[in-house]
DNA sequence: TCCGTTTATTGAATCGATTCAACATGTGAA
DNA sequence: TTCACATGTTGAATCGATTCAATAAACGGA
């Protein structure tokens, strides 16, 4: 009382009962007889006592209720990227049922991410690692926490890790566009790597792009290729992800003179940024140019026209990840999920027919 | 070493040091000496010591770097809704530049929020007081942390509030429509009260209506008055802050005789709800309507057509709330920022005129 | 040689709770 | 009456670091 801030060890002492006694009125109160419990808390009332201090129970109790999910980007990514704000959503749905709490950290320089991970007060960490995720796992690794990585462009199977189909799902994106009569299909590309923006020869794929995109681009291959189509015919773009290059790589792509009927675009982002530069030129999406996205965000579902696009399961992403680390029962095996196509407004057969 | 774990004093007796000079090697490199440090360092290497473990530290040291935003919402509230997002966004980039974390703790029901903002790791919270902002406020203040409300509705004082001048910019807005020719005006109001959906009477306003959807609303009222338009004059339909309601809000006021050549919306989710419902059946923004959003959340600015609005310095919000918390210096008054009105495409001239 | 400084290290106290073996007490059955 | 058992309570150890007063060692100046 003396010294401005009350502890369980004064509360116990006015009200004449030992500290064990006094913790378990708090923590466990169904153990000690009510006549006591009241006192107690009489006690502690008069006495400011706010209950037990989560410190002093961390240290000993070590559990935190809370998990960590972490990125090679800067906190904003988390509240802005149509991607991760997917996952953040439906990690939060999951973390809202067991009433555990996120934390989000970020780390774009390499010493405060060691900083960061090492201080986060977690339980363990959802990884997502679209970029720097080898870094990100060495570094999480040694936190020795149970953890997760997401979109992991890396084979090692020592790493646990949940992924998606990514080729399987780009094939059905293509077939999709394929059946409906498109023979002059050309792709968005997404990344992160300086090179590759702009037009991307089929053979620089392989050692220069990142596994995710890569995975994608074989899986329009493999659909265009049933239909008889060489990927030396279908003219790639590079962006960087973001609205200026994508703008670039439409403008390049449609001052072909054959421009294309239909577009393959790596992500929602990048559909959409596609769709804002159709309409500006006075283009109509599907009518003049079909459009697949990628990942199916809710934006998606909701922009005009609505995007067709390859929807992951995040809610399942998010349930087997928060659990795993929840229950620090990591997959053994990298396990990769089904994407599926979600039909929408953006895409219909060539106008041309 | 036996126990599986490494501490601090296992690598201290390993080394033949001090447990405080171990602590030392760690926490403040520069104070021991080369010859030892590395010395330490080597054990501890050895002996699979991950440096010190943040639970113990903070027991002692008491500072998590991190700050905890609150909100009587899901935690999916945080990634999904636009302005918690914007506020986020801004919110994150203050924090980046810091090196501090984010933790979201959310509270549906009064059992967990209590619970949850108790046992959050933070050295602050920031309140999103959009909706059970009392109840949040005198929860967080028994945790005894320091905290800034956002958004608050309540008079109080003694509560540290960063706030926004509604009225002003509401009145801004609505100049804004009546400068451009427009006299039938229509107002979506927002709100989480149930009764308040569908046409709503002026002399409803004060007694009904919660503090932010009350203050926009003078501030058109005062706007139009300027211009001779009766309160009464005006109609009014009330929304959920949601989809469903705003569409049907809009089909209300479109059934009308005389339907409106413009519309104040009380919130930029609201009016890109307007703009879809307006789309579908045919009607151009601005050409057949005009709307002006309220909030300045990023989708406004990329939207078809882009949204005029009114903008929520939210830069200038994140900045001081989490400078605030992070020094202590929680300002003494409520602070209410201005808004400032950002002229797009989604108004112009009725076109009757 | 002696003394005052500076620098490095030690050891013990401390942060604030939880946990658990041991002990009291009360109850019911044999 | 005695024993077994359930129920409450105690006291001390523990979690894993940081901090600080006290000490030791090294150094420089007179």
Known sequence: ???????????????????????????????????????????????????????????????????????????????????????????????????????????????RLAWNINSALVDGFILLCVEGGERLVELTRQRQLPFIALALGIEDAT???????????????????????????????????????????????????????????????????????????????GTLHDRPSTLTAMAALFSSDTPPTAILAMSDKVALYAIQWLAERGLKVPEDVSIVGFDGVPEAATSLPRLTTVAQPFAEIARRSVTAILENALPKDHEALDLELVVRDSTAPPRSR
């Not at 116990?12 to 913790?23: L, M």
């Not at 419990?37 to 809370?66: F, H, Q, S």
């Not at 923006?197 to 074989?218: L, N, Y």
């Open 159 to 237: 790493i646990p890790a949940i992924g998606i189909d990514n080729v399987s799902g780009a094939a059905a994106a293509a077939r999709h566009l394929l059946e409906l009569g498109h023979r002059n299909i050309a792709i968005l590309s997404i990344g992160d790597v300086d090179g590759l923006v702009g037009p991307i020869a089929p053979e620089r794929v392989d050692p220069e792009m990142e596994a995710t995109p890569r995975d994608r681009m074989h899986g329009y291959w493999q659909a265009l290729a049933e239909y008889g189509i060489s990927r030396e015919a279908v003219p790639i773009q």
């Open 1 to 111: 009382m003396a010294k401005g801030h009350v502890r369980l060890a004064d509360v116990a002492r006015a009200a004449g009962v030992s500290q064990g006694t006094a913790s378990n009125v708090f923590s466990r109160p169904d153990v000690v007889r009510e006549e006591v419990r009241e006192r107690v808390l009489n006690v502690a009332r008069e006495l400011g006592y706010r209950g037990p201090d989560i410190k002093g129970r961390l240290l000993r109790a070590g559990r935190v209720n809370a998990i960590g999910v972490a990125a090679v980007e800067p906190l904003t990514y988390f509240f802005d990227d149509p991607w991760a704000r997917s996952l953040m959503t439906a990690i939060g749905e999951v973390c809202d049922a067991s009433g555990t709490g996120i934390a989000v950290v970020s780390a774009m320089n390499e010493e």
